[in-house]
């Protein structure tokens, strides 16, 4: 059902229209045999994920992102994931898992998101399959503060690939940071730019992302899922570990931002969503992604830190929107 909520004129959340439901649910796949590439490459399967997983083709994502549920008590539209004892999500991780490697490519990359309760759970499930690279820490800010514990405002990312040779593309995820003591050698700079901009440097990315905040109601990408990962956050991965024309797979899609990230940065790409709200949104959001392919806190090439949108709209021109962080 469309939306009843009232909204500021301001608040720029993705909604659907009964209209629009019917329109993008007529573009939702579902599996009955077994798939070739061909056959789902650009579409969104609305069905449950370890139903799916065995008809997908093997050797067909050169990357794969999965950002399942976590082991809490979660309501996704009208379905509830009811929090259960680690040993048994355990089990319910392995029972998906264990599908993956078959369909990631032999030089392909995978990325595992949890928060600080599952995410010991998702690194010994992965372990089995994969190689673990590194661990990432998103500093996410948004979180609900408590007075008897640390207020969680991080998740954890797991880079993980299916062997060692493998794609990692430096260059593309580079971070424009703002110099604070500037050292200059016989009068010129060391090691960062002086411009218009400002003072900054181009650094090395690291496990530790503190440049990326959740999608807020004013911000274009913004979807009433409750759990919505941000583009930016997308945008690090893919253009780390996967190449233009590459395929980008996503077996927990939501509101589909992987697959429209993908879109946005010249990858091929397919998803999973059950919830076929979320499948719909994915493809109204894929739509819009034809019109526009900015990605809000990337522009120029680079990756800017946060609070830094007045230099990122020198760079690419694009609009500035009410928002407390890039």
């Known amino acids: 059902m469309p939306s009843t909520r009232k909204r500021s004129p301001l608040n720029k959340t993705i909604e659907l229209s009964e209209r629009e439901r019917e329109h993008y649910r007529g573009r939702l796949l579902h599996l009955d045999a077994p798939a070739t590439l061909g056959e789902i490459l650009g579409g969104t399967i609305c069905q449950d994920t370890p139903e799916a997983l065995p008809l997908l083709p093997e050797n067909s994502a050169d990357l794969i992102f999965v950002d399942p549920p976590y082991n ?95 794609n990692f593309n430096v260059d593309a995820v580079k971070i424009r940071r703002r110099v604070v003591a500037p050292y200059r050698v016989d009068g010129v700079p060391k090691d960062w730019d002086e411009s218009s901009d400002g003072q900054t440097r181009l650094t090395h990315p690291s496990n530790l992302w503190t440049d990326i905040s959740v999608p807020f109601w004013s911000m274009p990408e913004n979807t009433d899922h409750p759990t919505q990962k941000p583009e930016k956050l997308l945008a690090k991965v893919i253009l780390a570990s996967s190449n233009e024309g590459d395929v980008v797979f996503d077996p927990f899609l939501g509101s ?30 894929l739509e819009m992604a034809e019109s526009d392919d900015s990605i809000q806190g990337y522009s120029g090439g680079v990756f800017w830190e946060r609070n830094t949108m007045g230099q990122q709209k020198k760079k690419s021109g694009q609009q500035e929107f009410p928002f407390p962080n890039p």
Not at 118 to 132: G, K, P, Y
Not at 260 to 278: A, H, N, P
């Open 256 to 285: 589909g931002t992987t697959s429209v990230v993908s879109r946005k940065l010249g990858r091929q790409f397919f998803g999973i969503e059950l919830d076929e709200t979320y499948c719909c949104l994915a493809g109204k959001r």
């Open 72 to 166: 809490l008590s979660k309501t996704f539209n009208e379905r509830k994931f009811k929090r259960i004892r680690p040993e048994e999500y355990e089990v319910w991780l392995e029972s998906w898992i264990q599908h993956l490697p078959r369909i990631l490519k032999d030089n392909g990359s995978i990325y595992f998101c949890g928060d600080w309760l599952t995410s010991s759970s998702l690194h010994r499930v992965a372990s089995r399959h994969f190689i673990v690279r590194n661990r990432i820490t998103w500093e996410r800010e948004k979180g609900r503060g408590s007075t008897t514990n640390w207020k969680n405002s991080s998740e954890d990312i797991w880079f993980c690939t299916a062997s060692n040779d493998y």
